[in-house]
């Protein structure tokens, strides 16, 4: 009995080694795919909360968005906590410090209603709006919440203040792009559709 029990202890420890043998192997191959779509998503969202923009330079912390050269906002990338767990989205400003645009980069909500801020209708509501003005309806903003998701809401208003807080507002809101020491992302659809390291 004793040297059946080793015996199945032997074989499920090295099933249990194949099989993590095997996990392992899987993510070492998907990794870099992982990270391209997510390289991908962020550069599509930056041509989202920037139409107008051609290339954006990557900061420590924020983007800068460039139109023939020339500053013509900002973006930055923040997290909150929602209903069903972290909502990460990322927030453009351009250089009169109103929002150009937010996107959702990622969360974790409910498909039914807390993913209804993945829609137009919900995150178009901030194109525009200075800083004072993002917070819900009810709490003297501009901005409606989800029906039936006002965590999912709140968490994204959060998000886009804390982007606008910490991530942008010590920025010197000028033309200039002398002191860059930089990535340079090519907006998807963009004419040089290249991808420049500065």
Request: glycine letters at 10%; charged letters at 20%; proline letters at 3%.
């Amino acid at each position: 009995m004793l040297n059946q029990m080793l015996k199945s202890t032997l074989v499920l420890s090295l099933v249990c080694l194949i099989a993590a043998a095997l996990l392992g192997t899987a993510y070492i191959f998907t990794e870099p795919g992982i990270e391209e779509q997510k390289e991908a998503a962020l550069k599509e969202s930056l041509g989202q909360v920037h139409t107008t923009a051609d290339d954006f330079e990557a900061k420590d912390g924020y983007f800068v968005a460039l139109k023939n050269s020339k500053i013509i906002g900002y973006a930055a990338v923040a997290e909150a906590q929602g209903y069903g767990g972290t909502i990460k989205i990322l927030a453009g400003i351009d250089t009169e410090k109103k929002l150009t645009g937010i996107r959702i980069m990622e969360h974790e909500e409910t498909p039914g209603m807390g993913a209804s801020a993945l829609k137009p209708e919900f995150y178009s509501q901030f194109s525009g709006l200075p800083a004072d003005k993002i917070a819900l309806r009810r709490n003297g903003g501009k901005i409606d919440a989800i029906t039936g998701a006002t965590i999912t809401s709140s968490a994204v208003i959060d998000a886009v203040k804390q982007a606008l807080e910490s991530e942008l507002s010590s920025l010197k809101f000028n033309n200039s792009i002398e002191e860059a020491d930089s990535v340079t992302y090519a907006v998807p659809g963009n004419k040089s559709g290249e991808i420049k390291n500065g």
